[in-house]
């Protein structure tokens, strides 16, 4: 069985986490007229001609954990899981889940909603029900040797 870690509770820095999240998505659309949808920017820059600010915005997610860590003195702290094999797997079936939703979780459940997109409330619900049962069957047990 996986460890069970507490979860903080951080009101201030979620707070202010998805005022940042709000600010660039409203400012993706206000200047370039697009959604904000981490998939779509980062296949943009390869696939796009308006790289430039594709690649500006995935250099920002870069470098903010950088610029958190000079400020603070020290990195924010993760919770990624360690198995590889896993991780790869995850990242499969995130990639997939993508594909066939067309688009992520920022894409539909920040920008789509706020649209009042019918699909991407569909698309949120999909993953917010996948993911509770993720959570649930990781700490009851069920994942044992995931």
């Given at each position: 069985m996986l460890p069970v870690t507490p979860t903080d509770f951080t009101p201030l820095a979620s707070l202010a986490g998805g005022v940042l999240i709000g600010v660039s998505a409203v400012l993706v659309m206000a200047l370039f007229g697009r959604v904000a949808g981490i998939v779509g920017i980062t296949a943009g820059a390869v696939t796009q001609d308006d790289r430039k600010w594709r690649i500006a915005f995935i250099l920002g997610l870069i470098a903010a954990p950088v610029l958190w860590?000079?400020?603070?003195?020290?990195?924010?702290?993760?919770?990624?899981?360690?198995?590889?094999?896993?991780?790869?797997?995850?990242?499969?079936?995130?990639?997939?889940?993508?594909?066939?939703?067309?688009?992520c979780t920022s894409g539909h459940g920040v920008c789509g909603l706020a649209r009042l997109s019918t699909r991407s409330l569909v698309a949120v619900l999909t993953f917010m029900v996948f993911a509770a049962l993720t959570v649930f069957i990781l700490r009851h047990g069920f994942g044992a040797g995931l």
């Open positions: 860590m000079l400020a603070t003195g020290g990195f924010p702290a993760q919770t990624v899981s360690d198995n590889l094999p896993g991780m790869a797997i995850a990242g499969l079936l995130v990639g997939i889940g993508t594909a066939l939703g067309s688009g």
